[in-house]
């Protein structure tokens, strides 16, 4: 096996463990509950944020990979 692919591989393998990193920092970030029919949200901006530029980096390096393995 080639090393080129091997790279990709584990680009690939990483982007999908950072997209879990960031849907989960995104998920705990957000919170809302329901008190006596109002919403009240209480969101952490920042976090929220960076866990979209954990997901935003983690679409750049599978593209990354996936290009990586399919060039000959």
Known sequence: M?????????????SLVLGYFGFNKVSK???SVEVLGLELDASNKSGKEQ??????FSLVVFVGGLYTTSKR
Do not use: R, S
């Not at 866990?51 to 935003?56: A, T």
């Open 29 to 31: 970030n957000n919170a």
């Open 51 to 56: 866990g979209y530029m954990l997901l935003g």
């Open 2 to 14: 080639k090393t080129t692919k091997i790279i990709g591989i584990l680009l690939i393998i990483g």
